[in-house]
């Protein structure tokens, strides 16, 4: 997997949305499991939710079910992550990953991960 761009992030209140792009230069992108993942400082990355490379699946961690969807454009070689009603617990660097495994929740099942894009979640 190639170079993975994460855009979208910022400062946004309580009950807010936001929508987390992940652009990817892989060629093969349908071929890959992607995911996000956020990391507050001074604490282990987390799996958020991941899509398989043809949309048919997705994988959610119970603190964003019901409030994030994750949704992928292979035309655009794009993942995307709606993030709904957000929660100041939600204020972390968010991070696009690629896997070649599914189901991949573990931060060690993906191969390749974008810079981060801060999002930032106020009273």
């Known amino acids: 997997q190639g170079q993975l761009v994460e855009s979208g992030g910022g400062s946004v209140q309580v009950g807010g949305s936001l929508r987390l792009s992940c652009v990817a230069s892989?060629?093969?992108?349908?071929?890959?499991?992607m995911g996000w993942f956020r990391q507050i400082p001074g604490r282990e990355r987390e799996f958020v939710a991941s899509?398989?490379?043809?949309?048919?699946?997705?994988d959610y961690t119970d603190s964003g079910k019901g409030r994030f969807t994750i949704s992928r454009d292979n035309g655009a070689n794009t993942v995307y992550l709606q993030m709904n009603s957000l929660k100041p617990e939600d204020t972390a660097v968010y991070y696009c990953?690629?896997?070649?495994?599914?189901?991949?929740?573990?931060?060690?099942?993906?191969?390749?991960w974008g810079q981060g894009t801060q999002v930032t979640v106020s009273q």
């Open positions: 990953a690629a896997s070649t495994r599914w189901p991949s929740r573990r931060f060690g099942d993906f191969i390749s």
């Open positions: 899509i398989m490379g043809d949309d048919t699946m997705t």
């Open positions: 892989e060629r093969t992108f349908s071929r890959y499991v």
